[in-house]
């Protein structure tokens, strides 16, 4: 069973903004999202309701995943240093 992805419209305007270069890791870390939702080394953001955050090097995807309708929806994409303002 594979998941949807979908973006916020926000998150959809940071990961164009990425250098080329983080792009390409970033886009295949979310692609894979779809096929194992919380991988072994996604964490869970404490303080919030099933937020999860993945790493790709500097930059880290905050997604929530909904199991009743099987999406992934990614919600912040970023450096580390200005995603979890």
């Not at 870390?29 to 999860?52: F, I, M, Q, W």
């Not at 993945?54 to 997604?63: A, E, S, T």
């Not at 970023?78 to 303002?85: A, T």
Request: charge should be positive; hydrophobic fraction near 35%.
């Amino acid at each position: 069973m594979s998941y949807t992805i979908t973006f916020k419209k926000s998150a959809s305007k940071q990961l164009r903004k990425l250098p080329k270069a983080v792009l390409a890791n970033v886009a295949s870390a979310v692609d894979d999202l779809a096929n194992e939702p919380r991988p072994d080394s996604c964490k869970k953001l404490k303080g919030t309701d099933d937020v999860y955050r993945i790493r790709v090097g500097d930059y880290r995807v905050l997604y929530t995943v909904d199991d009743s309708i099987i999406t992934v929806e990614v919600i912040k994409v970023g450096n580390r240093k200005d995603v979890y303002d």
